[in-house]
C-alpha cells in the first residue's frame, strides 16, 4: 500500500491539532511537517518534497492561495479547506490546482476517505 507524504499549512492551532494525527494513523498517509506560517511555505515544501499540501485556507484565503502559486513547480498535490458556502473562493483553488475542497472544519475520516484516490492516482502533484 502506497503512503503519501503529507504537509499541512495551518495558522489556527485547533485545525493543526485535528488534522495531524499520529503518523501510522493513516495507512494511506503520513505527516511529514507542519507549516503555521505561510511565510515559510515555500522553504517547507522544498526541504521536505511532500507529495500532498493540505492547506487550511484561513484566516486569510487570499493570502495562503498567493503563497501555494508561489510555489515552484513541480509542486505537490493539493487538498484545501476552507468556507464551502463561497463559490468563488472553491473555484479559486480549483485554479490553484486543489484536488479536493473540505468543509472549513473537515471531519479526519473524509481526508481519510480522499487519501486512497490520491495515493492510487499515477501523478499526484502538478507540473
Avoid: W, Y
Avoid at 9 to 14: A, F, G, N, T, V
Avoid at 21 to 46: F, I, K, W, Y
Avoid at 60 to 79: E, G, K, S, V
Avoid at 90 to 100: C, S, T, V
Amino acid at each position: 500500500m502506497v503512503r503519501v507524504s503529507l504537509l499541512v499549512l495551518s495558522e489556527r492551532e485547533d485545525f493543526r491539532a485535528r488534522t495531524c494525527p499520529p503518523p501510522n494513523a493513516s495507512p494511506h498517509a503520513q505527516v511529514s511537517g507542519v507549516v503555521t506560517r505561510r511565510a515559510r511555505l515555500a522553504d517547507a515544501v522544498a526541504e521536505r518534497r511532500p507529495d500532498l499540501l493540505f492547506a487550511d485556507l484561513l484566516p486569510d484565503p487570499d493570502a495562503i492561495l498567493a503563497a501555494i502559486a508561489a510555489l515552484p513547480a513541480p509542486r505537490p498535490a493539493l487538498f484545501v479547506a476552507g468556507p464551502h458556502e463561497n463559490a468563488p473562493l472553491i473555484l479559486r483553488a480549483l485554479e490553484h490546482g486543489a484536488k479536493h475542497f473540505f468543509a472549513r472544519e473537515p471531519a479526519i475520516a473524509d481526508l481519510h476517505e480522499a487519501l486512497p484516490r490520491l495515493a492510487a492516482s499515477p501523478t499526484g502533484s502538478d507540473a
